[in-house]
């Protein structure tokens, strides 16, 4: 089954998907945000069309192990979306994500120049790999 990832911001939406057997995430693309009911809404159709079955927003915690207010922002606009969708969206901790994708892009030997810009879709996907590093395998192997 496919799984979109949302990295929502104030300014721009990462988005990311799994391959059919939920163990690969990869980064989708970056959606500006609009609205939040066409934000949703445009997330809805593409999971829809990349025949998705479950959508996970990531939400950001303060030190105390409470939502903050990015995370706050997150919750509410998962609300939205479960009212756009009738496919499961799940709420996952997504702290240090986008850390983490700067981390990757210097990493992998990106000049610094290249650096800047958005990295909020391969936050999703950091976010969403590390949801499916953290469900049970259902796979023998």
């Not at 721009?12 to 690969?24: K, Q, R, W």
């Not at 998705?52 to 979306?81: K, T």
């Not at 009738?86 to 000049?111: H, K, N």
Request: hydrophobic share 40%.
């Amino acid at each position: 089954m496919k799984i979109i990832a949302v990295d929502h911001g104030q300014k721009n939406i990462g988005l990311a998907i799994s391959d059919e057997t939920g163990l690969l995430a990869r980064p989708m693309g970056i959606l500006p945000h609009i609205s939040k009911l066409i934000d949703a809404a445009s997330i809805a159709d593409t999971a829809l069309r990349q025949g998705s079955g479950l959508i996970i927003v990531g939400v950001s915690y303060d030190e105390a192990g409470e939502p903050n207010a990015a995370g706050r922002r997150a919750m509410n606009f998962a609300e939205v979306l479960k009212q756009q969708t009738s496919l499961p969206v799940e709420l996952w901790d997504e702290s240090m994500t986008t850390q983490d994708a700067r981390s990757a892009r210097i990493a992998s030997g990106a000049p610094r120049k290249k650096r800047a810009g958005h990295l909020d879709d391969v936050a999703a996907a950091i976010l969403l790999q590390n949801y499916l590093d953290n469900q049970p395998s259902s796979h023998a192997n």
